[in-house]
């Protein structure tokens, strides 16, 4: 069945550092992908997707490719701040499914000044 | 604009009672996804309702319930809860089918 992996947390960087996690996911045909992201006591909020391969998902600083030869879609951002702080989710809706996301089991990002 | 809305934020249940939660959908969605969140990991699928119907369900027994009504507006009922119903429940909403999904701010249940 479908699935998703993400890099175990969590991860520790200074301020203006370079953030890189991975994200790998199993599934027959296309899926879409996403990057999630939740605050503290907080739901989720949609960071960015991508639909096809090659699209790049992009919003606030932060990137992720859809790369089907490596079945990955990795979230990159250039300089992270304190307020970047949260956990992050990798998620994929099946080609054929309906709505149905399937989570990876999120990665902590610790941010310092 | 508003966006997904969800009562009780908190809620303090003992085993075997029963529990509803509610969940408004963000302006102009049709869809409502209900995901489980256990503390320290990914939201797991429940179901999702489009047109009153539930058209999708994942592995939950059938104590997980639902309802959407004709606003699109939709409630998660559990009967006879258990320890491990204590979660974080996630509603989410979506446009048609598929559609991005957006989520709430989500109701956390304490079985005790």
């Known amino acids: 069945g479908n699935s998703v992996t993400q890099m175990e947390g969590p991860v520790t960087l200074s301020e203006e550092a370079f953030l890189t996690i991975n994200c790998t996911y199993t599934?027959?045909?296309?899926?879409?992908l996403f990057w999630y992201v939740q605050y503290p006591g907080e739901g989720l909020q949609l960071l960015l997707k991508?639909?096809?391969?090659?699209d790049k998902g992009s919003n606030k600083g932060f990137e992720a490719t859809y790369r089907k030869e490596t079945t990955s879609f990795h979230l990159e951002k250039g300089s992270v701040q304190v307020s970047d702080s949260a956990v992050y989710f990798c998620?994929?809706?099946?080609?054929?499914?309906?709505?149905?996301?399937?989570f990876g089991q999120g990665t902590t990002l610790q941010v310092k000044p | 604009d508003a966006g997904v809305t969800q009562s009780p934020t908190h809620l303090i249940k003992t085993r075997g009672q029963q529990v509803t939660l509610r969940c408004s959908p963000k302006s102009g969605h049709d869809t409502v996804s209900w995901y489980q969140q256990a503390l320290g990991q990914g939201p797991q699928f429940i179901f999702q309702y489009y047109e009153e119907e539930e058209r999708q369900r994942g592995n939950f027994p059938d104590r997980f319930s639902g309802h959407q009504f004709p606003n699109y507006s939709s409630e998660l009922n559990v009967n006879a809860l258990l320890l491990g119903d204590s979660a974080l429940y996630l509603c989410?909403?979506?446009?048609?089918?598929?559609?991005?999904?957006?989520f709430g701010p989500g109701t956390r249940l304490t079985v005790l």
């Open positions: 599934a027959t045909g296309y899926p879409s």
């Open positions: 989410a909403s979506s446009l048609g089918q598929p559609g991005t999904q957006y």
């Open positions: 998620a994929l809706r099946g080609s054929s499914n309906t709505g149905k996301l399937i």
């Open positions: 991508a639909t096809k391969a090659d």
